[in-house]
C-alpha cells in the first residue's frame, strides 16, 4: 500500500504524469499562449523576409529617355539633336556612341573639344575626345557617362563645347 491508499491509486498507474506529482494530468499539451506566440514571431519573421526581398528586387535605376544636345558648337551636327536614351544602374557608368557623324563644312574638316552634362549628378568622364571629324568624312562619337547615385527617369541634356 502507498501514501495514494493502494497500489493502484500510485501516480504512476494513473493517466497522469508521473514525473510532475500531479495525479490526473496528461503529458500532452494543448496550445497554449506560447505556442501562439512563437507561431507569431515566425509569421512575422516570414512576413518581414518576404518584405525586404521585394524592396530588394525592386526595379531601381537609372533611365535617360533621350539624350538632348546643345552648345554653340556645330560640328557633326549634335547641337539642337536628341538621340536615344538608355537604362543602366545607380552610381554606374554607360559606354554610349553617337555614330555618323559628318563635318557640316565639306572643306576644313571640324572638332569637337568637349562634352559636358547639364543634368546634376550625370558627368562624362571619358570618351574619344576631343573627336576631330575630316572633310567630307565621318566619325562616331563613344562617351563614358556616369550615372547618378539616385533613382532617375528623363531626358539627359549633354552640351558640346
Known amino acids: 500500500m502507498s501514501a495514494y491508499g493502494g497500489a493502484a491509486d500510485a501516480p ?25 506566440a512563437l507561431l ?15 524592396l530588394l ?21 549634335l547641337s539642337g539633336s536628341i538621340t536615344g536614351g538608355f537604362h543602366g544602374t545607380e ?16 572643306t576644313t574638316g571640324c572638332t569637337i573639344p568637349s562634352v559636358t ?7 562624362v568622364t571619358g570618351g574619344n575626345l576631343p573627336l576631330t571629324i575630316p572633310a567630307e568624312g565621318s566619325a562616331t562619337l563613344s562617351l563614358t557617362i556616369a550615372l547618378t547615385g539616385t533613382s532617375f527617369d528623363g531626358p539627359l541634356s549633354l552640351a558640346v563645347g
Not at 533621350?66 to 557633326?76: H, K, P
Open 40 to 54: 507569431g514571431m515566425v509569421a512575422g519573421a516570414v512576413v518581414a523576409t518576404l518584405a525586404v526581398l521585394a
Open 57 to 77: 528586387s525592386a526595379e531601381v535605376g537609372v533611365t535617360v529617355t533621350e539624350v538632348q544636345w546643345s552648345g554653340s558648337n556645330s560640328c557633326g551636327g
Open 117 to 123: 552634362s547639364l543634368v546634376p549628378g550625370f558627368s
Open 12 to 36: 504512476e498507474s494513473r493517466s497522469g504524469d508521473a514525473t510532475s506529482g500531479r495525479p490526473g494530468r496528461s503529458t500532452r499539451h494543448r496550445p497554449g499562449p506560447r505556442w501562439w
Open 91 to 106: 552610381g554606374g557608368s554607360e559606354q554610349y556612341r553617337v555614330p555618323g557623324l559628318v563635318d557640316p563644312s565639306p
